[in-house]
């Protein structure tokens, strides 16, 4: 840290390069895939490469690289340039980088233009130390990750590929596994209700939902008191042009943990049956995805050591009679897709819907005792002192799945919330410095595995 600390205010002053541009995705443009915000951000981050003496190479707008050291191998360093959009609510300008407290603000901070910065400092200090570099460290930018990773797709077509490393876009001490993915939609065209819409992405639990129904269908006055048994932050039940109609408010949560939200389509459906109403996707629902987020009513309950399945519905939406509803399940690093396929296929198919499996992804995992899951912890654990925590399994994903030989390293700390994705980003600056120190010692561990 004593190496570190002098650099800070030359650290700050690139991070605020970096986050001086807007640089979520916009309207693809020739030559520029992801729009010009992400473009500039990904020049700025290459220019400041080079003035640092490193070698920079732009991979078509898509993504780039800064490189130092030498041979055929190459531990990478997967980052990210693009950004979410800033939002409301922010009490500072989110494209100027503002310090106050020992914090600094801005969209990016810590998600992931901090760790863009530390990791190029790592690459510095290891450079200045005298260390023979007979591996090649590679800072890798992309510019997509919010948006699907097509940034990292470009770059397995057109560079070589890594030997090690890891992405400075998770959680400390490491994520040593990220659960499978499956899309699913349930669909169902036998309905009384007049209309539904709730939720408004398939990856967040639906938060908001207001559903309308024909005014003799059910009692306003049960139904209210059904609402009320639920967690649901608000809701209301009122009647209009022979409609009753119910605008209930729940909780988001993102989709890896749906645990942690209300939603308020299920709760609105679960109080109708509780309240008398008989419906076919009422019932094909609650059978099919339920209160529970468990998967048990598509013949999905399962777990691992290493966590349980999850079940998230986003959206729901009717259109000319159709209900769609949307279905997000995270399931355990232990499990194939094919698995997963053979234990859902009984429960797809129904008299009152159907169930269709969209999209499949695979999990990542690597065992806690793998040479580069154990590299990285002990550099943590050097730096830190602490050796409490874990690496840990989540459900969400990260460029570990688009690139092999690499997994989820920082840069956030554990129990830090530093409002990622929300107004008021911010990163602690000395957990930047200290994020730096913690590169810098695994870049040192990968070269010696």
Same mark, same amino acid.
């Given at each position: 840290?004593?190496?570190?600390?002098?650099?800070?205010?030359?650290?700050?002053?690139?991070?605020?390069? &970096?986050?001086?541009?807007?640089?979520?995705?916009?309207?693809?443009?020739?030559?520029?895939?992801?729009?010009?915000?992400?473009?500039?951000?990904?020049?700025?981050?290459?220019?400041?490469?080079?003035?640092?003496?490193?070698?920079?190479?732009?991979?078509?707008?898509?993504?780039?690289?800064?490189?130092?050291?030498?041979?055929?191998?190459?531990?990478?360093?997967?980052?990210?340039?693009?950004?979410?959009?800033?939002?409301?609510?922010?009490?500072?300008?989110?494209?100027?980088?503002?310090?106050?407290?020992?914090? $600094?603000?801005?969209?990016?901070?810590?998600?992931?233009?901090?760790?863009?910065?530390?990791?190029?400092?790592?690459?510095?200090?290891?450079?200045?130390?005298?260390?023979?570099?007979?591996?090649?460290?590679?800072?890798? &930018?992309?510019?997509?990750?919010?948006?699907?990773?097509?940034?990292?797709?470009?770059?397995?077509?057109?560079?070589?590929?890594?030997?090690?490393?890891?992405?400075?876009?998770?959680?400390?001490?490491?994520?040593?596994?990220?659960?499978?993915?499956?899309?699913?939609?349930?669909?169902?065209?036998?309905?009384?209700?007049?209309?539904?819409?709730?939720?408004?992405?398939?990856?967040?639990?639906?938060?908001?939902?207001?559903?309308?129904?024909?005014?003799?269908?059910?009692?306003?006055?049960?139904?209210?008191?059904?609402?009320?048994?639920?967690?649901?932050?608000?809701?209301?039940?009122?009647?209009?042009?022979? &409609?009753?109609?119910?605008?209930?408010?729940?909780?988001?949560?993102?989709?890896?943990?749906?645990?942690?939200?209300?939603?308020?389509?299920?709760?609105?459906?679960?109080?109708?049956?509780?309240?008398?109403?008989?419906?076919?996707?009422?019932?094909?629902?609650?059978?099919?995805?339920?209160?529970?987020?468990?998967?048990?009513?598509?013949?999905?309950?399962?777990?691992?050591?290493?966590?349980?399945?999850?079940?998230?519905?986003?959206?729901?939406?009717?259109?000319?009679? $159709?209900?769609?509803?949307?279905?997000?399940?995270?399931?355990?690093?232990?499990?194939?897709?094919?698995?997963?396929?053979?234990?859902?296929?009984?429960?797809?198919?129904?008299?009152?819907?159907?169930?269709?499996?969209?999209?499949?992804?695979?999990?990542?995992?690597?065992?806690?005792?793998?040479?580069?899951?154990?590299?990285?912890?002990?550099?943590?654990?050097?730096?830190?002192?602490?050796?409490?925590?874990?690496?840990?399994?989540?459900?969400?994903? +990260?460029?570990?799945?688009? &690139?092999?030989?690499?997994?989820?390293?920082?840069?956030?700390?554990?129990?830090?919330?530093?409002?990622?994705?929300?107004?008021?980003?911010?990163?602690?600056?000395?957990?930047?410095?200290?994020?730096?120190?913690?590169? +810098?010692?695994?870049?040192?561990?990968?070269?010696?595995?």
């Amino acid at each position: 840290m004593e190496l570190i600390r002098p650099l800070k205010d030359e650290m700050l002053a690139k991070l605020a390069r &970096l986050v001086k541009h807007d640089s979520h995705q916009g309207e693809a443009l020739e030559g520029k895939p992801f729009g010009e915000g992400p473009a500039a951000a990904l020049a700025e981050a290459l220019e400041i490469g080079r003035e640092m003496g490193f070698r920079t190479v732009n991979l078509d707008n898509y993504c780039g690289y800064i490189e130092t050291g030498a041979g055929s191998d190459i531990i990478g360093i997967a980052a990210h340039l693009d950004i979410v959009p800033a939002g409301e609510g922010w009490e500072t300008d989110p494209f100027t980088l503002t310090e106050k407290d020992g914090w $600094v603000y801005g969209r990016g901070v810590s998600d992931d233009k901090g760790a863009v910065i530390a990791a190029l400092y790592a690459m510095k200090l290891l450079r200045e130390s005298g260390v023979s570099l007979d591996k090649r460290i590679r800072l890798i &930018l992309g510019c997509n990750e919010e948006s699907g990773s097509l940034c990292m797709k470009h770059y397995n077509e057109v560079e070589e590929p890594l030997t090690s490393g890891f992405t400075p876009d998770g959680n400390f001490p490491g994520i040593h596994g990220e659960k499978g993915m499956c899309a699913m939609v349930l669909r169902c065209s036998s309905s009384k209700i007049v209309s539904i819409e709730g939720g408004f992405v398939s990856n967040a639990v639906c938060n908001h939902c207001v559903t309308k129904l024909e005014a003799e269908s059910v009692s306003p006055d049960k139904l209210r008191h059904a609402l009320s048994r639920t967690p649901l932050t608000s809701y209301s039940v009122t009647e209009e042009d022979n &409609l009753i109609v119910i605008d209930a408010v729940g909780t988001a949560a993102h989709a890896s943990t749906p645990l942690l939200g209300v939603n308020a389509a299920a709760y609105t459906l679960s109080a109708l049956k509780e309240a008398g109403f008989k419906d076919d996707f009422v019932d094909f629902y609650l059978d099919r995805i339920g209160l529970a987020c468990d998967g048990a009513g598509l013949g999905l309950k399962i777990s691992d050591k290493y966590g349980d399945l999850t079940l998230n519905n986003g959206i729901v939406r009717m259109e000319n009679g $159709v209900i769609t509803c949307t279905i997000d399940i995270r399931f355990p690093v232990t499990y194939t897709c094919e698995q997963i396929k053979e234990l859902a296929a009984p429960y797809l198919n129904s008299d009152k819907g159907t169930v269709e499996i969209l999209r499949l992804n695979e999990p990542l995992f690597y065992p806690p005792e793998s040479p580069l899951v154990r590299g990285l912890y002990n550099a943590y654990v050097e730096v830190t002192g602490d050796s409490s925590i874990k690496p840990m399994v989540i459900g969400g994903g +990260t460029y570990a799945k688009s &690139l092999p030989g690499i997994i989820a390293f920082g840069c956030e700390f554990p129990d830090a919330d530093n409002h990622i994705h929300d107004a008021n980003e911010k990163l602690d600056i000395e957990e930047l410095l200290e994020q730096t120190a913690i590169y +810098t010692q695994a870049i040192l561990n990968l070269m010696q595995n």
